[in-house]
């Protein structure tokens, strides 16, 4: 390939300002440069075809570790997913784990090792192997999953195998475009600060990542296979996780062509559900998720499930679970007499708490200082019923399970802990995984269903009696999509706006404070007098308080692994908790949520 043309081409285009030089200077070294031969051939074809907005963004900036590590379309250049970043994240890892050792003084008994999965994207178990080869050549050992794996069972691994670090080649419930590098700590439990920026200072400083042959780092000592005997250790925990007998049930289970085959439904399996079919046009492995509408392999969407209610339809199944590509999400639909339910994340962590809380309790075995742990964005209702059976809540997290797990890793007895939730299909009961488990979800919401069906009652008859007891709480959910490659920085200038003009009022109603916690700020949105302090890890969340204490909000954040900005309606029904769950008032709250939502929408889009 002829690479003088294509550098005069790129000088061209910085002369016109067509691309910006920090981004042609970045392209030039990629192009010419001996150890980005690999994507030379993409960068050509980009170059060739005049693709400057794509190059501009793809060379202007290196992808960052955000909420899920580092995650982003495929491609060439310092700012996409490609053999070479893939590299450098490993690379990064690698140099950190070492130098952790060093100051820990690790024996030499053996290397470090770090645990590599991958899910059923494109080019997962290219990169899971480029991942092997850099850390074999850092002197660490290497080792990979024969096939794609939960991203749970990778978190459970790092445990088990009292392993330094685990990486996880997935993009979760991303477009099929994408791929991702998500990085563990010896805890099993997602990078956080300041190992995470640590990471991308040792990627920075480390130049070429280094490689080795993985033959030759087989022979080495450097490089195996994870063996079936993790794989049978993690379905036993979580199926061990039940706590009853009521196992007659009719499942539809969809891993919307990803890796759930491997854990999902052993673990149902192994936990005794033997009634469970499998949606055939969404159960093989398929990086183009051709068998889910949209390509949107996300269960947190209806759509998702469309395929399992009309396999459950046939099968007259009482409910449909379906977990995302990389297995750390459950969705749900349960059935009531003809008509089919989706339940939110909210609602699914509700009957999955209610059902834990009231089994310990009904037995005596709430731990000593039990707790709860979840987000911030995450429902009030949890509190309500953790207040119950004397549970304490932890509740200000950041959005991001990795948070969670880091205060699992902080709590004096892990046997304390109780549950752990995000509203985004996330939860957790063992904690010998720490990261959100479909299986573990689903596994509990079998049993709960199948205790109420021998009873002559659903899951969503059970949220009805749930609401009645504490309640009604509206949450809603919504994004703010921005297309285009500069929908990142979109979405920051969106969040300073708003920082800089918080609204005095939304839909009608007064905003009582704003609370910010990137700065740590409560103000007074009138005066902007200060009124208070965050609690918590600092991250870019606004929250419009509608009542004073909290209890009614409205939060806005970017995504962390995709170009949107994220809005979040928590509210509480009117009168009394009966009289808050009857329809009429529920959906009263629900058209008021709605209105908020909209509000806050066209108010950030004209920030």
């Known amino acids: ?151 749970p069972e990778l978190s459970f691994a790092v445990r088990h195998l009292a392993a330094d670090a685990g990486i996880v080649i997935s993009a979760s419930h991303n477009p099929p475009a994408d791929n991702g590098f998500k990085a563990y700590w010896k805890d099993g439990g997602q990078v956080v600060p300041p190992h995470d920026k640590a990471i991308i200072d040792e990627v920075v400083r480390s130049g070429d990542p280094m490689r080795m042959d993985l033959d030759e ?96 339809e046939k099968a007259g199944a009482d409910v449909v679970f379906g977990s995302d590509p990389d297995a750390d999400r459950l969705g749900a639909m349960v059935r009531r007499g003809r008509e089919w339910f989706f339940l939110t994340g909210n609602q699914i962590g509700a009957l999955l708490f209610d059902h834990i809380a009231r089994t310990l309790s009904a037995s005596g075995r709430i731990p000593k200082n039990a707790a709860l742990l979840k987000t911030c964005v995450t429902s009030d209702l949890l509190d309500r019923i953790a207040e119950k059976h004397g549970i304490a809540v932890q509740g200000d997290y950041l959005v991001g399970f990795k948070y969670i797990a880091e205060a699992i890793g902080a709590m004096p007895d892990p046997a304390a802990f109780v549950f752990g939730i995000e509203e985004s299909h996330g939860y957790l009961r063992g904690p010998q ?75 009608g109603e007064r905003i009582v404070a704003v609370a910010d916690r990137k700065t740590g700020a409560i103000v007074d949105p009138a005066s902007g007098a200060p009124i208070g302090k965050t609690r918590g890890v600092p991250g870019n969340l606004l929250v419009f308080h509608l009542k004073q204490g909290g209890a009614e909000r409205i939060s806005i954040r970017p995504s962390g692994t995709e170009p949107k900005i994220k809005m979040y309606v928590q509210l509480q029904g009117s009168g009394s908790a009966a009289e808050s769950a009857a329809e009429k008032a529920r959906a009263a709250t629900d058209a008021r949520a709605a209105r908020l939502s909209a509000a806050l929408e066209e108010r950030t889009r004209r920030a």
């Open 1 to 151: 390939m002829m690479i003088d043309p294509l550098l005069s081409q790129v000088d061209e285009a910085a002369r016109a300002g067509r691309i910006g030089e920090g981004a042609a200077a970045a392209l030039r070294t990629w192009l010419s440069g001996p150890a980005y031969a690999s994507q030379r051939e993409a960068i050509a074809a980009l170059v060739t075809g005049g693709a400057w907005e794509e190059l501009s963004d793809a060379f202007g900036s290196v992808i960052p570790f955000g909420t899920g590590g580092r995650r982003g379309a495929m491609g060439p250049g310092p700012n996409r997913i490609n053999e070479r970043t893939i590299g450098e994240s490993a690379q990064g890892l690698a140099r950190y784990v070492l130098e952790a050792r060093r100051r820990e003084g690790a024996g030499s008994a053996r290397p470090g090792r770090i645990v590599i999965a991958y899910d059923t994207r494109r080019n997962s178990r290219p990169f899971a192997e480029v991942a092997a080869s850099v850390i074999a050549a850092n002197g660490l050992e290497a080792l990979l999953f024969t096939g794609p794996r939960a991203t």
């Open 217 to 312: 780092a087989a022979r080495r000592g450097l490089y195996r296979a994870v063996n079936e005997d993790v794989d049978r250790a993690y379905v036993a925990y979580t199926a061990g996780l039940v706590f009853g007998d009521a196992k007659q049930l009719e499942i539809v289970l969809t891993p919307l062509h990803g890796t759930g085959t491997t854990s999902v439904a052993p673990a149902l399996a192994a936990a005794g559900f033997a009634r469970v079919t499998p949606v055939g046009s969404q159960w093989e492995a398929d990086p183009d998720f051709s068998g889910v509408p949209n390509r949107s392999p996300n269960p947190e969407n209806p759509a998702a499930l469309e395929a399992g209610v009309r396999e459950a």
């Open 433 to 507: 995984v720490r990261d959100k488990d479909a299986a573990q979800a689903a596994v509990l919401l079998a049993e709960r269903a199948a205790q109420l069906k021998k009873e002559g009652r659903t899951l969503r008859d059970d949220l009805e009696s749930i609401w009645s007891r504490y309640g009604y709480h509206a949450e809603l959910t919504r994004s703010i999509a921005l297309e285009g490659t500069g929908g990142g920085a979109l979405a920051a200038k969106m969040m300073d706006a708003l920082r800089a003009d918080p609204p005095r009022e939304l839909g």
